[in-house]
């Protein structure tokens, strides 16, 4: 039901992190967490469809691009700090690296429902208001790839990942398969994604053998304590009129830390 969709899920992938114990030990949410991630758009299999309206030019279609070129896929909304500092604050940010791989890959930013609705900027009522949200993120971030809406009982999202995760990011090939996800995007880690795309793609049409590899990895997000962006976030949160409680503890906003000592004991 599109009200279900868009009140936000009871369980979200930071329930993860923010549960684990000390010393590098991992909560036992994980696990669950990690199997809900990989079930839908399957790595090394063909991505979903993904076509919809943008904000403020033609309709976009994944399909365009089969055999043309990589697209990069991000899907946030303006209720969520991490997926609205990465388009211009973080170093990198997504408007520097589409700068320097536009060429090769094209980027498309989904609208989703608003992950974390405030007193100011509340879950989606009609598409009148999810355009409007996405037009105000438009203009408070600037950038110059295709913002794609979602449909109001998101329909394209629904088919790529389970909405807890508010923020995932997926890289498709020029032949159309999931060759990159990340349940949470954070743009330091795609220079060397989209490095390596820009090469596969540039020898894949005359070179019949390409090694390849492939890698799974659990790292910590560098954006929030990065100074810049965590000034943003706290003025994010205002603006989306959201309470510290309501999400939990953030790292960098309200870091949970040992007792002195605590570490040192066996």
Same mark, same amino acid.
């Given at each position: 039901?599109?009200?279900?969709?868009?009140?936000?899920? =009871?369980?979200?992938?930071?329930?993860?992190?923010?549960?684990?114990?000390?010393?590098?030990?991992?909560?036992?949410?994980?696990?669950?967490?990690?199997?809900?991630?990989?079930?839908?758009?399957?790595?090394?299999?063909?991505?979903? =469809?993904?076509?919809?309206?943008?904000?403020?030019?033609? !309709?976009?279609?994944?399909?365009?691009?089969?055999?043309?070129?990589?697209?990069?896929?991000?899907?946030?909304?303006?209720?969520?700090? =991490?997926? %609205?500092?990465?388009?211009?604050?973080?170093?990198?940010?997504?408007?520097?690296?589409?700068?320097?791989?536009?060429?090769?890959?094209?980027?498309?930013?989904?609208?989703?429902?608003?992950?974390?609705?405030?007193?100011?900027?509340?879950?989606?009522?009609? @598409?009148?208001?999810?355009?409007?949200?996405?037009?105000?993120?438009? /203009?408070?971030?600037?950038?110059?790839? =295709?913002?794609?809406?979602?449909?109001?009982?998101?329909?394209?999202?629904?088919?790529? %990942?389970?909405?807890?995760?508010?923020?995932? %990011?997926?890289?498709?090939?020029?032949?159309?398969?999931?060759?990159?996800?990340? !349940?949470?995007?954070?743009?330091?880690?795609?220079?060397?994604?989209?490095?390596?795309?820009?090469?596969?793609? !540039?020898?894949?049409?005359?070179?019949?053998?390409?090694?390849?590899?492939?890698?799974?990895?659990?790292?910590?997000?560098?954006?929030?304590?990065?100074?810049?962006?965590?000034?943003?976030?706290?003025?994010? @949160?205002?603006?989306?009129?959201?309470?510290?409680?309501? @999400?939990?503890?953030?790292?960098?906003?309200?870091? /949970?830390?040992?007792?002195?000592?605590?570490?040192?004991?066996?």
């Amino acid at each position: 039901m599109t009200s279900e969709y868009n009140t936000p899920h =009871p369980v979200s992938w930071s329930r993860a992190w923010q549960t684990d114990p000390l010393g590098g030990a991992l909560s036992d949410q994980w696990s669950e967490l990690i199997a809900s991630f990989r079930a839908r758009a399957p790595l090394g299999r063909e991505a979903p =469809p993904l076509r919809g309206e943008t904000l403020d030019g033609p !309709a976009f279609d994944l399909d365009a691009y089969r055999g043309r070129k990589s697209v990069l896929v991000v899907f946030g909304s303006l209720a969520c700090p =991490p997926c %609205v500092t990465n388009i211009r604050t973080t170093t990198p940010s997504l408007v520097s690296l589409y700068g320097q791989y536009s060429q090769a890959v094209e980027f498309c930013y989904v609208y989703t429902r608003e992950a974390h609705p405030g007193s100011r900027i509340g879950a989606h009522a009609s @598409m009148d208001e999810k355009r409007r949200n996405a037009a105000r993120l438009r /203009e408070q971030e600037p950038f110059p790839f =295709p913002l794609l809406i979602d449909a109001l009982d998101g329909a394209n999202q629904l088919a790529w %990942v389970d909405p807890q995760f508010n923020n995932p %990011v997926f890289l498709v090939n020029r032949a159309g398969i999931v060759v990159y996800k990340s !349940a949470w995007l954070d743009a330091s880690e795609l220079p060397q994604v989209l490095d390596d795309a820009a090469l596969w793609d !540039a020898r894949s049409p005359t070179e019949k053998t390409i090694k390849k590899t492939y890698s799974e990895r659990i790292r910590p997000l560098r954006e929030p304590f990065d100074p810049t962006a965590n000034a943003r976030i706290k003025k994010l @949160m205002d603006f989306i009129g959201l309470e510290q409680r309501a @999400m939990g503890p953030i790292p960098g906003v309200e870091a /949970e830390r040992a007792e002195p000592g605590a570490g040192d004991k066996a």
